[in-house]
């Protein structure tokens, strides 16, 4: 496995690297600018989600998830894809991986807040 140590999560015992989840998902039509986080599980710690900005003639989900899951292992085969209009980006044109994170944090905050206000 390959990538910086703080970008490995551990999903049911097995270590994740997101980097490479990155690497496979970016090799799919359309999923060039993929981010992948950890996002924390119950079940098992934490699972990988991905962000990416929306590209015509995108290839869909699953696709993109099988190819991970092929080539990487069930653990890192992502439970979810978020499109967005534009990441957060860095001055040299990289994604801000912690804007994402904050941002996805955020957002998964106001749905636990919304479905608690039901």
Known sequence: MTGRLDR????GGVNVSLDEVERVAREQPG???AVAI???????GERVG???ETEP????FEGVRAAIRDRLGAAAAPDWATETDALPRLPGGKPDLPAVERWMAELRRSFRQAGAAR
Do not use: D, M, Q, R
């Open 57 to 60: 003639g995108a290839a869909g």
């Open 31 to 33: 999923w060039s600018s």
């Open 8 to 11: 490995v999560i551990v999903s």
């Open 50 to 52: 991905l962000v990416v």
């Open 38 to 44: 950890g996002v924390p599980h119950p079940e098992w």
